[in-house]
Each structure stands twice: as structure tokens, then as C-alpha cells.
């Protein structure tokens, strides 16, 4: 594991390994310290347990992955296109980084990672749409609607990590489905599920 980075970069991506490979419960804290590379104490100095460390991994992915799409959506003013873009490259870095897609598919669904997604990209444009009349759906689904967005993301996630489906197919599935969702245009949900990527540096 790389020196470059900080201690406590190198013990999260160690416990996402591990999250990935063991049941929560039979992730020890001496497994945790050889893989990261470091001290027994230093896991006790920078985490409190290891149900902390979970949360904290989990917030670090969404929270990294929601600072890429920030950097990049700055020239998408449309939120239905942020929207679309945002779920098909979550889809794509799962396909890139294996262990990345496994460790959401297994955690996505828990509350910390909800919560990141109200708060991140997803849950910002959606509530812009919705105030730009771009969406149309009650107030009150907010937390229904990124429920389901969240959960057809994950399930997209588990069809590539298959091979049922490629990350592209899957990808412009679940954007045209979950614009749909959103009120958008059959049509023209399709047409913006389909529009070139943009790269992101990961």
C-alpha cells in the first residue's frame, strides 16, 4: 500500500477490504493493522472501535466520490443530466475498482451512506429539479425517490460484478429508468442516458 498517503486513508482502504471479505463481526483489529501497514495502537488512536470505523469508511468513499462528481458537474447546469451522469459513473468506477462496487453493493443500503446521498450531488439536484419543475414528484418522496435511485444503482452495480450486464448497459439502464422515475420523458430519459461521458480522475 502506497506511503504517499495519510495513516488514516491507508487503514479505511484496509478496512474496505476486509469489510468486503468478512462478515463485520470477524474483523479484528490485528488483520487491520498488517494490512494497512501500521501499529496495532494507531487503529486505536485514529478509530474508537470498529463499528466507527465502518461508518467512517463508508462515509470517506461517498463523501470522495461525491467531491469527483462536485468538481466535474460545475459545466452540467441541467440536473436531470447531473442526475444521469452521476449514477453511470458510479457505475463505471465500480466496474474500474472491483473492491470499490463490492464494498457499496454490500453497505450501500446502510444509513450513513443514505444519508451521504441526501446531502451529496444526487440529493442536491434532485431537490433542484424538483424546484425547477424539471422533476415532478411530492415533496415528501424526496427520501422514497434517492431510496429507489440508490438501491437500482446498487442492483446495477451487482449485474456488471456478475457479468449479466456491462457496465454501459447497465449504466444507461438505470439513468433512463431513474430519470423516468423523476418525471422525465421516457424519450428523452433515453436520449440523456445514452450522451458521452465525461472522465473522471480517480
Not at 472501535?49 to 461525491?66: H, K
Not at 474500474?96 to 439536484?125: A, Q
Request: overall charge neutral; hydrophobic content about 40%; charged content about 30%.
Amino acid at each position: 500500500m502506497s506511503r504517499k498517503l495519510t495513516i488514516e486513508k491507508r487503514i479505511l482502504i484496509a478496512a474496505m477490504e476486509l469489510f468486503v471479505k468478512r462478515r463485520h463481526e470477524e474483523v479484528n483489529v490485528s488483520e487491520l493493522a498488517k494490512i494497512a501497514g501500521v501499529a496495532r495502537g494507531t487503529i486505536y488512536n485514529n478509530f474508537e472501535n470498529l463499528d466507527t470505523l465502518l461508518d467512517a469508511v463508508t462515509n470517506f468513499l461517498t463523501q470522495e466520490m461525491n467531491t469527483l462528481l462536485e468538481g466535474h458537474f460545475q459545466v452540467i447546469p441541467d440536473p436531470a443530466r447531473r442526475v444521469s451522469m452521476g449514477i453511470r459513473l458510479y457505475i463505471q468506477r465500480a466496474k474500474d475498482e472491483p473492491l470499490w462496487g463490492e464494498f457499496l453493493c454490500k453497505f450501500g443500503l446502510e444509513n450513513t451512506s443514505l444519508r451521504e446521498l441526501l446531502v451529496g450531488p444526487f440529493g442536491t439536484d434532485i431537490r433542484k429539479g424538483l424546484s425547477e419543475k424539471r422533476f415532478h414528484f411530492k415533496q415528501d418522496q424526496l427520501k422514497s425517490i434517492i431510496g429507489f435511485i440508490g438501491s437500482t444503482v446498487l442492483f446495477a452495480i451487482h449485474l456488471v460484478n456478475e457479468g449479466d450486464r456491462t457496465w454501459v448497459e447497465a449504466g444507461s439502464d438505470c439513468a433512463e429508468f431513474s430519470l423516468r422515475s423523476l418525471g422525465v420523458h421516457p424519450e428523452e430519459a433515453k436520449k440523456i442516458a445514452s450522451e458521452k461521458m465525461i472522465k473522471l480522475d480517480y
